[in-house]
T-cell receptor, first 113, second 112 residues
Framework: DTEVTQTPKHLVMGMTNKKSLKCEQHMGHRAMYWYKQKAKKPPELMFVYSYEKLSINESVPSRFSPECPNSSLLNLHLHALQPEDSALYLC????????????FGNGTRLTVT | DQQVKQNSPSLSVQEGRISILNCDYTNSMFDYFLWYKKYPAEGPTFLISISSIKDKNEDGRFTVFLNKSAKHLSLHIVPSQPGDSAVYFCAASDNAGNMLTFGGGTRLMVKP
């Protein structure tokens, strides 16, 4: 099982809404990531959790709030987003075999209106 | 400053021929390099990787070559198939593995 599952697949929210993106993996990986990808651009790192602790925050605005309830789950809480935050949000977990390779989910396509 | 660059935004190849995708990097601390393939509306899928102690790694139709002195790597796909049409991202990591730095991607189109 090399699957990272993200829900929902699509999300439309207003600028005053609060919503959450969810990510789950059952591969026993201990590092999990949030990336943001805009059209025709590479994925940009947002957050890294290692052993359920936040280890990297790439200066992401506080309207994005990550949470790692346990080693299999990763959430991204969204509040007061801007239209320019519309993007594909990708979750990934890091392989324990080589400690390098990331396995990505299919992403959540977020539209902020 | 982009540390990983893919200078060709797109590449068109005939089915059955070789596809060569190129990637350059600037950071000497990068120790491990990966190629990902991405279809629209899906996440990136890992294809093949190479450690800096090697200069070649092969997996079926996919071969990655690394030239450390030139800070250059390439992905060869032989023979190319229409199903290979996708965006290909090169990525690099230091040996700590905390984060991957991605190139801008190359859109490959394989024509039947």
């Amino acid at each position: 099982d090399t699957e990272v599952t993200q829900t929902p697949k699509h999300l439309v929210m207003g600028m005053t809404n609060k919503k959450s993106l969810k990510c789950e993996q059952h591969m026993g990986h201990r590092a999990m990531y949030w990336y943001k990808q805009k059209a025709k651009k590479p994925p940009e790192l947002m957050f890294v959790y290692s052993y359920e602790k936040l280890s990297i925050n790439e200066s992401v605005p506080s309207r994005f709030s990550p949470e790692c309830p346990n080693s299999s789950l990763l959430n991204l809480h969204l509040h007061a987003l801007q239209p320019e935050d519309s993007a594909l949000y990708l979750c990934a977990s890091r392989s324990t075999l080589d400690g390098i390779t990331l396995h990505f989910g299919n992403g959540t396509r977020l539209t902020v209106t | 400053d982009q540390q990983v660059k893919q200078n060709s935004p797109s590449l068109s190849v005939q089915e059955g021929r070789i596809s060569i995708l190129n990637c350059d990097y600037t950071n000497s601390m990068f120790d491990y390099f990966l190629w990902y393939k991405k279809y629209p509306a899906e996440g990136p899928t890992f294809l093949i990787s190479i450690s800096s102690i090697k200069d070649k790694n092969e997996d079926g139709r996919f071969t990655v070559f690394l030239n450390k002195s030139a800070k250059h790597l390439s992905l060869h796909i032989v023979p190319s198939q229409p199903g290979d049409s996708a965006v290909y991202f090169c990525a690099a990591s230091d040996n700590a593995g905390n984060m991957l730095t991605f190139g801008g991607g190359t859109r490959l189109m394989v024509k039947p």
